[in-house]
């Protein structure tokens, strides 16, 4: 990916770096002139990934990024350093639960999401597309 077109940000695995997370990329999207909806579920997908690999993930450490891949597609990662294989698991959340639904909104606003090995912590990269 082009340098300017990717904005990386590693941050301790604590809550308080997910406004953190969400801020630094807010402002980067900000400054590509993309779309103020395209930046808002950015934003919100990128801090749903963020707060899941804080909350259910075994690390010290997370990796956020985004990037322009094409003119259409913006990419999302958060990538931690939990190395014990767990696979992620999709909860379903009743309706007087706080939490339980950051996949569910990954899935209703992303064009594409996956996990993967990550190549750059050894842990897990989940990841998602949005169309710009």
Known sequence: MDQERTHWIELPAHRSSVGVARRSVGTRLKSWSLPGELRSDAVLLLSELATNAVCHTLSARILCGIGLVTEGILRLE?????????????????????????????????QTWGVDRSRLTGGNAVWANLTA
């Open 78 to 110: 958060v990538h931690d350093h939990d190395r014990s294989r767990r696979r992620l698991r999709r909860c379903r959340a009743a309706l007087d639960d706080e939490g339980g639904r950051g996949l569910f909104l990954v899935e209703e606003l992303a």
